[in-house]
């Protein structure tokens, strides 16, 4: 694995129930890159997502994150290796129970052995990197849609993970709220220095975000390299990808 390389993927496949999901699916993701993963519903991105988090096996010599792979570490390797991932879910997975500031810290309170005033400070730290510091104490039936998704950005990144996985973080939003969200996690890639891998359908991010472009078709890549080259592609899906669905 080079040492540019945060993940690299080396002929992956993938079925369920007699159903070939993934077919020999390769590609890299480098250090300070996002990566969007693309293609039509049930073409496989998310069976990709969930790989990379190791909540479906690989084989062995497949699927590599940070150099390990995945298919062989142990449960102490694979916990360690999580702290090194956020993961910010499309419909935010807060607990309903808790503020914002505490959905936050929780994990925090889980991982570190930090004092609580210092779990505190943090937690308020990246909820102001999200503009939502002045919404800590509220929670989150309180707050629209797009605060919801900071929120949820900012309990992803609390353990300041240099990996992050955003599974259609745009969804349900405004266009406004969209090229919000969409500014700040390029604020965390500048600031942070953080590699992000993201699931989306919306046109409009892919433009403004995306330094790669991996294509999926029926389970297999059809497209990786930059999001300039993926314009120019004379690919056919590519092109009805990006021209057709943008003029809706």
């Given at each position: 694995?080079?040492?540019?390389?945060?993940?690299?993927?080396?002929?992956?496949?993938?079925?369920?129930?007699?159903?070939?999901?993934?077919?020999d699916?390769?590609?890299?993701?480098?250090?300070?890159?996002?990566?969007?993963?693309?293609?039509?519903?049930?073409?496989?991105?998310?069976?990709?997502?969930?790989?990379?988090?190791?909540?479906?096996?690989?084989?062995?010599?497949?699927?590599?994150?940070?150099?390990?792979?995945?298919?062989?570490?142990?449960?102490?390797?694979?916990?360690?290796?999580?702290?090194?991932?956020?993961?910010?879910?499309?419909?935010?997975?807060?607990?309903?129970?808790?503020?914002?500031?505490?959905?936050?810290?929780?994990?925090?309170?889980?991982?570190?052995?930090?004092?609580?005033?210092?779990?505190?400070?943090?937690?308020?730290?990246?909820?102001?990197?999200?503009?939502?510091?002045?919404?800590?104490?509220?929670?989150?039936?309180?707050?629209?849609?797009?605060?919801?998704?900071?929120?949820?950005l900012?309990?992803?990144?609390?353990?300041?993970?240099?990996?992050?996985?955003?599974?259609?973080?745009?969804?349900?939003?405004?266009?406004?709220?969209?090229?919000?969200?969409?500014?700040?996690?390029?604020?965390?890639?500048?600031?942070?220095?953080?590699?992000?891998?993201l699931?989306?359908?919306?046109?409009s991010?892919?433009?403004?975000?995306?330094?790669?472009?991996?294509?999926?078709?029926?389970?297999?890549?059809?497209?990786?390299g930059?999001?300039?080259?993926?314009?120019?592609s004379?690919?056919?899906?590519?092109?009805?990808?990006?021209?057709?669905?943008?003029?809706?």
């Open positions: 694995m080079k040492a540019d390389n945060i993940i690299e993927v080396k002929n992956l496949s993938a079925a369920f129930e007699y159903r070939q999901v993934l077919r699916v390769s590609f890299t993701v480098e250090r300070g890159q996002i990566a969007v993963i693309l293609g039509a519903s049930g073409s496989g991105k998310t069976t990709i997502l969930k790989h990379l988090l190791n909540l479906y096996s690989s084989q062995e010599n497949t699927t590599f994150v940070f150099g390990n792979d995945l298919a062989m570490l142990s449960e102490k390797q694979q916990n360690e290796l999580y702290l090194k991932m956020g993961v910010f879910y499309q419909n935010g997975a807060l607990m309903s129970s808790l503020t914002v500031l505490e959905n936050v810290m929780l994990p925090l309170e889980q991982h570190t052995c930090f004092p609580n005033n210092i779990i505190t400070e943090m937690a308020l730290m990246k909820l102001g990197l999200v503009n939502l510091r002045d919404a800590a104490y509220l929670y989150p039936s309180q707050l629209s849609g797009g605060m919801l998704k900071r929120a949820a900012a309990r992803a990144i609390i353990m300041d993970p240099p990996l992050l996985f955003c599974d259609e973080p745009g969804a349900g939003l405004d266009p406004i709220s969209l090229a919000a969200l969409d500014q700040l996690i390029l604020n965390l890639k500048k600031q942070l220095g953080m590699t992000i891998v699931i989306t359908h919306e046109i991010s892919i433009i403004r975000i995306a330094d790669k472009i991996i294509f999926l078709q029926y389970g297999k890549i059809i497209f990786e930059s999001k300039q080259d993926a314009l120019k004379e690919i056919k899906e590519i092109q009805e990808y990006f021209g057709i669905l943008s003029a809706r």
